[in-house]
C-alpha cells in the first residue's frame, strides 16, 4: 500500500457532510461548486462524496473541507485504519517445543 493511501481519511456521514453544508460556520450555504471554489477540491470530488460514490479523501482535502464549512476535522472525517492492527506490539511468547 502507498504511503499516500495511509493519509485517507473516511468521511464518516454523507448527511452530516450535507448539513453543514447548508449551515455552515460562516452563515450561507454552500453548493458543490461554491465548497470546491473556497475549499480547493474539485467539485468532482465534493459530487462523489454527497452521492456516496467515493467515501474517502486525502488528509489535505479533509482538513480544506473541514475547516471551510467550519467544522474541525474529526466530526466529519474518520482517520486511517492502522496499517498493523492484526500485529501486536509484543514478541510471541516461547514455548517449550522452541
Known amino acids: 500500500m502507498s504511503r499516500r493511501a495511509h493519509r485517507r481519511w473516511t468521511l464518516r456521514n454523507v448527511e452530516i ?18 465548497l470546491a471554489e473556497e475549499s480547493g477540491v474539485s467539485a ?22 473541514a475547516e471551510t464549512v467550519g467544522s474541525t476535522l474529526n466530526p466529519l472525517f474518520a482517520p486511517p485504519s492502522s496499517p498493523n492492527l492484526n500485529r501486536t506490539s509484543r514478541k510471541s511468547t516461547p514455548t517449550n517445543e522452541e
Open 17 to 34: 457532510f450535507k448539513h453543514y453544508m447548508q449551515h455552515p460556520g460562516r452563515g450561507e450555504s454552500f453548493s458543490v461548486r461554491t
Open 44 to 65: 468532482g470530488v465534493i459530487g462523489k462524496l454527497i452521492a456516496g460514490k467515493q467515501d474517502n479523501v486525502d488528509i489535505d482535502d479533509a482538513i480544506a473541507l
